[in-house]
């Protein structure tokens, strides 16, 4: 059984930076594509990175490349998420996913495992 859990979400200022962490329960690890997501308030869930299984490939949606930072440990079964120069309209919950095979996809229906999500909150 998959099991995601997110962490590493908080309160932070404009401009700051944060890391969330993602620790997977999957036994090979290596052979899940990862992606991090979010939903603000009324809002649609948003793609916001992805990597491949090996950590060789990253994809980001314009708005957030250069600021964050998507990256892996397999042999921690964990991807994280750096982010920096925050702005507050990326006040959201942050969630992590996983599909098997090694595609990057941007949908989040391609993902069939998700974590809980953890709150990121940027205040100006």
């Known amino acids: 059984q998959v099991q995601l859990v997110e962490s590493g979400g908080g309160l932070v200022q404009a401009g700051g930076s944060l890391r969330l962490s993602c620790a997977a329960s999957?036994?090979?690890?290596?052979?899940?594509?990862m992606g991090w997501f979010r939903q603000a308030p009324g809002k649609e869930r948003e793609f916001v990175a992805a990597?491949?299984?090996?950590?060789?490939?990253?994809y980001y949606p314009d708005f957030v490349k250069g600021r964050f930072t998507i990256s892996r440990d397999n042999p921690k079964k964990t991807v994280y998420l750096q982010m920096t120069s925050l702005k507050p309209e990326d006040t959201a919950v942050y969630s992590c996913?996983?599909?098997?095979?090694?595609?990057?996809?941007?949908?989040?229906?391609?993902?069939?495992?998700w974590g809980q999500g953890t709150q990121l909150t940027v205040s100006s």
């Open positions: 996913a996983a599909r098997e095979g090694d595609g990057i996809l941007v949908h989040y229906g391609a993902y069939g495992y």
């Open positions: 999957i036994r090979t690890f290596s052979a899940y594509s």
């Open positions: 990597i491949s299984g090996s950590g060789d490939n990253t």
